[in-house]
């Protein structure tokens, strides 16, 4: 999976970097910023966490490789 931050609509609470700080981190413009573009697996479950607790739905996951495809 592919986490991508859509910068208008963050808001910059950190809640993301609270859940998953391997994958997203807060930077000093005050939006948050996808440090691992393709993380591994062992964090899905974090990222999918972050997305679901991100109060502006500002995380979307771009699904890709043949196996996720086929999961969708
Ligand atoms: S949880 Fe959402 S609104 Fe909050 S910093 Fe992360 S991407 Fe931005």
């Not at 996951?61 to 969708?72: D, N, S």
Request: charged share 35%; net charge negative; with cysteine.
């Amino acid at each position: 999976m592919k986490p991508i931050i859509e910068k208008e609509l963050c808001i910059g609470d950190g809640i993301c970097e609270d859940i998953c700080p391997q994958v997203f981190k807060l930077k000093d413009d005050g939006f948050a910023h996808v440090l691992d573009k393709n993380p591994d697996s062992d964090f899905w479950s974090a990222v999918e966490e972050a997305v679901r607790e991100c109060p502006t739905d500002a995380i979307v996951l771009e699904a890709y490789g043949p196996e996720e495809e086929l999961a969708a």
